[in-house]
């Protein structure tokens, strides 16, 4: 029997400048808004990243994030897929 809980969620991406996958944790999800300024985890340098979102756009299948990484002073481009639960 499994043991782990599923109650943290996490956005997964993937960064169209870096070619690097990028997640969105559970307590950002609602604040990803043109405007707001959130953290994404990087998962190639294993470190959180500042970004300022400044375009969501949805689509049926998908949402393009544009935001600005306040970090690596450069702007990128995140194709997210559909949110899923994480195992803690």
């Known amino acids: 029997m ?3 809980s599923l109650s943290a969620v996490v956005w997964d991406g993937f960064d169209f ?8 944790d559970n307590a950002d999800i609602p604040s990803v808004v043109s405007g707001a300024v959130i953290d994404v985890y ?7 990243h500042t970004v300022e979102i400044m375009s969501v756009v ?7 994030i544009e935001a600005f990484d306040q970090d690596a002073n450069q702007y990128r481009t995140f194709e997210m897929e559909e949110i899923r ?3 803690t």
């Open 2 to 4: 499994n043991k782990s």
């Open 17 to 24: 400048e870096t070619g690097n996958y990028i997640e969105i």
């Open 42 to 48: 990087d998962n190639k340098d294993s470190k959180y």
């Open 58 to 64: 949805k689509t049926s299948d998908k949402t393009i």
């Open 85 to 87: 639960l994480k195992a």
